[in-house]
């Protein structure tokens, strides 16, 4: 069973940073791997991928903010979050791009003064 563990979130001030954590286990790490948010009363969404030679695309709100990398020895996936803002408060997940695997329990990010 594929297990996906998320970490690394917690309560900051608007322009704070942030760096998440997402180790995989129980399947092969994927070709693309992804970061996705969702907030309260709105639907998961995309927020950065990366292929494993590095390639990264990412939602236009958080671009030059977030930082997606992977370590494919590891098994490994990291989100570095800068200049956070209230937006960006959510519970975040990783998952392959498309996201196929089963979700985790997501890290939980809370942006406010």
């Known amino acids: 069973q594929v297990q996906l563990v998320e970490s690394g979130g917690g309560l900051v001030q608007p322009g704070g940073s942030l760096r998440l954590s997402c180790t995989v286990s129980?399947?092969?790490?994927?070709?693309?791997m992804a970061w996705y948010r969702q907030a309260p009363g709105k639907q998961r969404e995309l927020v950065a991928r990366?292929?494993?030679?590095?390639?990264?695309i990412y939602l236009d709100s958080v671009k030059g903010r977030f930082t997606i990398s992977r370590d494919n020895v590891k098994g490994a996936v990291y989100l570095q979050m800068d200049s956070l803002k209230p937006e960006d408060t959510a519970v975040y997940y990783c998952?392959?791009?498309?996201?196929?695997?089963?979700w985790g329990q997501g890290t939980q990010v809370t942006v406010s003064s």
């Open positions: 998952n392959e791009y498309p996201s196929t695997w089963p």
């Open positions: 990366i292929t494993t030679g590095s390639t990264t």
């Open positions: 129980g399947t092969i790490f994927g070709i693309y």
